[in-house]
């Protein structure tokens, strides 16, 4: 079954600090990958994506995620963490459905981010 | 470009009434889609309409869920009757071409 995982619930850094969120899929194929980040009362909010290429991907807020076939996994990384980077992280996958389409998303169980000052 | 709309955000209803919710979507995404999100769990898809029709809803519970999308624009998801368990986050996304989900505020039900 297709699955993507967040083994970390909870983290908890200090503002200016590395970041790094853990993502592992499994997937048949190689999955799309997402990274979303949901801000409490928000909808979720598109930080970056992988479809294909380049195996480093760069997003906005300065977020970038590598895709590591070998480990299955897509970990998220921030080189200095900003206090309104405190929110959930959702990390998800999808299958391959043609060109940039995919299928249903399933998502990882999240993480939550608290940011220290 | 105006984002996804949903309304209520906030709904509290007893066990077993019924409830309803309503998705107006990005304008011209052929694609809309229906969330679940349990506190402390991702999202998991209920139902994905294109335009008027429905691609997937093998994770929709049917027995107690509904959802419809007339004329391939607003949407609306029913519960009837509500379960203490289907107290969640209720997420409407579009997609214009499949390859972005763009995703409401969502609406938050609680279940008494």
């Known amino acids: 079954a297709q699955s993507v995982t967040q083994p970390d619930i909870h983290i908890t850094v200090s503002e200016g600090a590395s970041l790094e969120l853990r993502c592992n899929y499994s997937?048949?194929?190689?999955?799309?990958l997402f990274w979303y980040v949901q801000s409490p009362g928000q909808g979720l909010q598109l930080l970056l994506k992988y479809f294909s290429g380049d195996t480093l991907v760069q997003g906005i807020k300065g977020f970038e995620a590598e895709f590591k076939r070998s480990q299955s996994s897509f970990n998220l990384r921030k080189p200095s963490v900003h206090w309104s980077d405190a929110a959930e992280y959702f990390c998800a996958g999808a299958s391959n459905a043609g060109g940039t389409s995919y299928g249903k998303l399933t998502f990882g169980q999240g993480t939550i981010l608290t940011v220290h000052p | 470009e105006a984002g996804v709309a949903q309304s209520p955000r906030y709904k509290i209803i007893e066990k077993r009434q019924s409830v309803a919710f309503w998705c107006n979507p990005i304008s011209g995404h052929a694609t809309l889609y229906w969330y679940q999100q349990i506190l402390g769990q991702g999202p998991k898809l209920l139902i994905q309409f294109q335009n008027n029709g429905v691609v997937d809803d093998s994770q929709l519970p049917k027995d107690r869920f509904s959802a419809e999308r007339l004329k391939g624009v607003d949407s609306t998801l029913k519960i009837q009757p509500a379960k203490l368990e289907d107290s969640a986050v209720y997420l409407c996304?579009?997609?214009?071409?499949?390859?972005?989900?763009?995703f409401g505020p969502g609406t938050r039900l609680t279940v008494l």
């Open positions: 997937y048949g194929a190689t999955p799309y």
């Open positions: 996304a579009s997609s214009q071409d499949g390859s972005e989900q763009f």
